[in-house]
């Protein structure tokens, strides 16, 4: 079975630091990999995916299929950054997102 | 509605009840999901309908769950007999089709079980 782990339940850094969110998964196939964000008081919306391999508000995130990863990363972070933020993986051919238990970051002046 | 709509927004019942949790996917999405967000557990998948298809039930925590799906539209995630550790807040998203890769997701439903 698929599994998605973020090791970080809290995250702190201050404002134009990197800030750098962990997600590791194993799945023996080749998965497609999300980051999913909700910022307050707003629903859960997709930031970004692997396959686009696009830069969304600033973030990429690569995935290493060696180590199984798929790590979200910012070079300056800003303060609307704060949110919370989940990884996620679909395995092949299903249709179904597994979630990892989210990070929640805070962007300080 | 512009997205996926889900009411109520919040609902306190007292163990033991049942509770009727709606979903309005967007027009015209085919694929609707419902999920299970509990505090440090990140989400939890429930359940899956895509078009006519039977149901993906196979995240239901326990038969006191269950979930319908009317006209293709509009679905109904119903606990019968709550207990407390049901508590949490309940996601639902649509897709244009199944397994497209952009989920929508709703408000969500926060229920709490005294």
């Known amino acids: 079975a698929q599994r998605v782990t973020q090791p970080e339940k809290l995250l702190s850094v201050f404002k134009g630091a990197p800030v750098e969110l962990k997600c590791n998964y194993s799945?023996?196939?080749?998965?497609?990999l999300f980051w999913y964000v909700q910022y307050s008081r707003q629903r859960l919306q997709l930031l970004l995916r692997?396959?686009s391999r696009e830069s969304i508000k600033g973030f990429t995130a690569d995935l290493n299929k060696g180590e199984t990863s798929f790590h979200l990363k910012k070079p300056f972070a800003q303060e609307e950054d704060s949110a919370m933020y989940y990884c996620?993986?679909?395995?092949?051919?299903?249709?179904?997102?597994?979630f990892g238990a989210g990070t929640t970051v805070t962007v300080r002046a | 509605g512009a997205g996926v709509s889900q009411s109520p927004s919040n609902k306190v019942t007292e163990k033991g009840k049942d509770v009727e949790l709606r979903c309005d996917p967007i027009?015209?999405?085919?694929?609707l999901y419902w999920y299970r967000q509990s505090l440090g557990q990140g989400l939890e998948f429930l359940i899956y309908?895509?078009?006519?298809?039977?149901?993906?039930k196979s995240g239901l925590p326990s038969d006191r769950f269950s979930a319908e799906r009317t006209g293709g539209s509009v679905s109904t995630l119903t606990i019968q007999r709550t207990q407390q550790e049901d508590s949490a807040v309940y996601l639902c998203a649509s897709s244009l089709v199944a397994g497209d890769t952009e989920a929508f997701f709703g408000q969500g439903t926060r229920l709490t079980v005294v």
């Open positions: 027009s015209g999405h085919t694929a």
């Open positions: 309908f895509q078009g006519n298809s039977a149901p993906d």
């Open positions: 799945y023996s196939g080749s998965p497609e």
């Open positions: 996620a993986l679909k395995r092949t051919n299903d249709y179904k997102l597994s």
């Open positions: 692997h396959i």
